[in-house]
């Protein structure tokens, strides 16, 4: 079992930067595939970004590519979303998750296992 955690969603301003953090705990966590995903309201959980085990193998969705990066530190056991330039579409609940993949990046949220609660981004424009 997986326990995730995210945290640093808060309002920001359209052209603003955040920095999100997901804490694992439970049994080891540095051999899941990681990801982030977000829901707005009245729309589908849709996936982010995906890190592999080690980090070297990324994955974003289009709509991110170029603003957001994902990183992980597994000393920490902690997985990263740094998200800039946020314009008002990118305002929603964003969820970590991790998956029983080591090296593949799945995009579909049905292939996580485990989930946190979610931390709350909203881009006032």
């Known amino acids: 079992q997986v326990q995730l955690e995210e945290s640093g969603g808060r309002l920001v301003q359209a052209g603003g930067s955040l920095r999100l953090s997901c804490v694992a705990s439970?049994?080891?966590?540095?051999?899941?595939?990681m990801a982030w995903f977000r829901q707005a309201p009245g729309k589908e959980r849709d996936f982010v970004a995906g890190a592999s085990w080690s980090g070297a193998i990324t994955a974003y969705a289009d709509s991110v590519k170029g603003r957001f990066t994902i990183s992980r530190d597994n000393t920490k056991n902690t997985v990263y979303l740094q998200l800039n330039d946020l314009t008002a579409e990118d305002t929603a609940v964003y969820y970590c998750?991790?998956?029983?993949?080591?090296?593949?990046?799945?995009?579909?949220?049905?292939?996580?296992?485990?989930w946190g609660r979610g931390t709350q981004v909203t881009v006032s424009s």
């Open positions: 439970g049994r080891s966590y540095d051999s899941n595939a």
């Open positions: 998750a991790a998956s029983k993949y080591r090296n593949y990046v799945a995009r579909k949220s049905l292939e996580y296992d485990y």
